[in-house]
Protein backbone atom coordinates (compact mmCIF):
# COMPACT_ATOMS: atom_id res chain seq x y z
CA UNK A 1 0.00 0.00 0.00
CA UNK A 2 2.83 2.45 0.91
CA UNK A 3 4.33 2.06 -3.08
CA UNK A 4 1.14 2.93 -4.10
CA UNK A 5 1.11 5.74 -2.07
CA UNK A 6 4.57 6.81 -3.11
CA UNK A 7 3.37 6.20 -6.89
CA UNK A 8 0.77 8.49 -6.26
CA UNK A 9 2.05 11.34 -4.79
CA UNK A 10 5.05 11.03 -7.56
CA UNK A 11 2.21 11.43 -10.07
CA UNK A 12 0.70 14.60 -8.77
CA UNK A 13 3.83 16.52 -7.96
CA UNK A 14 4.89 15.65 -11.39
CA UNK A 15 1.59 16.88 -13.04
CA UNK A 16 1.93 19.81 -10.96
CA UNK A 17 5.33 21.21 -11.55
CA UNK A 18 4.64 20.42 -15.53
CA UNK A 19 1.85 23.10 -14.96
CA UNK A 20 4.12 25.21 -12.79
CA UNK A 21 6.96 25.17 -15.38
CA UNK A 22 3.98 25.85 -18.27
CA UNK A 23 2.98 28.55 -16.33
CA UNK A 24 6.47 30.12 -15.65
CA UNK A 25 7.70 29.67 -19.43
CA UNK A 26 4.72 31.07 -20.86
CA UNK A 27 2.11 32.68 -18.58
CA UNK A 28 3.85 34.38 -16.30
CA UNK A 29 4.02 38.29 -16.37
CA UNK A 30 6.51 39.82 -17.73
CA UNK A 31 6.96 42.97 -15.47
CA UNK A 32 7.71 40.94 -12.45
CA UNK A 33 11.56 40.47 -11.56
CA UNK A 34 13.80 39.00 -9.46
CA UNK A 35 17.48 39.74 -9.86
CA UNK A 36 16.83 41.64 -12.47
CA UNK A 37 15.42 38.54 -14.68
CA UNK A 38 11.90 37.53 -15.50
CA UNK A 39 10.54 34.44 -14.48
CA UNK A 40 10.58 33.03 -18.11
CA UNK A 41 13.86 33.74 -18.01
CA UNK A 42 14.84 31.69 -14.61
CA UNK A 43 12.30 29.01 -16.21
CA UNK A 44 15.25 28.53 -19.05
CA UNK A 45 18.45 29.03 -17.23
CA UNK A 46 17.73 27.23 -14.04
CA UNK A 47 17.21 23.49 -15.70
CA UNK A 48 20.30 24.64 -18.41
CA UNK A 49 22.38 25.63 -14.99
CA UNK A 50 21.69 22.14 -13.63
CA UNK A 51 22.02 20.49 -16.67
CA UNK A 52 25.68 21.63 -17.06
CA UNK A 53 26.82 20.69 -13.75
CA UNK A 54 25.37 17.45 -14.38
CA UNK A 55 27.48 17.13 -17.21
CA UNK A 56 30.87 18.34 -15.10
CA UNK A 57 30.45 16.26 -12.27
CA UNK A 58 30.33 13.17 -14.61
CA UNK A 59 33.02 14.54 -16.26
CA UNK A 60 34.77 15.27 -13.39
CA UNK A 61 34.04 11.22 -11.97
CA UNK A 62 35.12 10.10 -15.15
CA UNK A 63 38.67 12.11 -14.41
CA UNK A 64 38.67 11.27 -11.14
CA UNK A 65 38.27 7.34 -11.87
CA UNK A 66 40.66 7.36 -14.24
CA UNK A 67 43.85 8.95 -12.21
CA UNK A 68 42.49 7.21 -9.01
CA UNK A 69 42.58 3.26 -10.97
CA UNK A 70 46.17 1.43 -10.51
CA UNK A 71 48.17 0.92 -13.67
CA UNK A 72 47.92 -2.94 -14.87
CA UNK A 73 50.42 -4.89 -13.62
CA UNK A 74 52.79 -6.19 -15.79
CA UNK A 75 52.80 -9.49 -17.97
CA UNK A 76 54.88 -11.80 -16.89
CA UNK A 77 57.84 -13.32 -19.37
CA UNK A 78 55.78 -16.39 -20.33
CA UNK A 79 52.88 -14.51 -21.25
CA UNK A 80 54.33 -11.46 -22.83
CA UNK A 81 55.82 -14.26 -25.02
CA UNK A 82 52.11 -15.99 -25.83
CA UNK A 83 51.05 -12.40 -26.21
CA UNK A 84 53.65 -11.92 -28.35
CA UNK A 85 53.04 -14.51 -30.68
CA UNK A 86 49.59 -14.46 -31.11
CA UNK A 87 50.50 -10.95 -32.02
CA UNK A 88 52.50 -12.05 -35.07
CA UNK A 89 50.33 -14.75 -35.99
CA UNK A 90 47.59 -12.24 -36.21
CA UNK A 91 49.53 -9.73 -38.18
CA UNK A 92 50.29 -12.41 -40.60
CA UNK A 93 46.94 -13.80 -40.99
CA UNK A 94 45.95 -9.83 -42.08
CA UNK A 95 48.94 -9.61 -44.21
CA UNK A 96 47.85 -12.74 -46.37
CA UNK A 97 43.98 -11.89 -46.29
CA UNK A 98 44.48 -8.43 -47.43
CA UNK A 99 47.39 -8.45 -50.05
Not at 47 to 62: D, E, M, N, Q, S
Not at 88 to 99: C, D, G, M
Amino acid sequence: MRDVIQGRLLLALSFMTMVFYVWALFLAPQDVKFLGRTISDWALLIPIVIIVFLFLVVVAWIGWAMATTPPDLPLSGKESKNNNEKKRKKEALFRLTFS
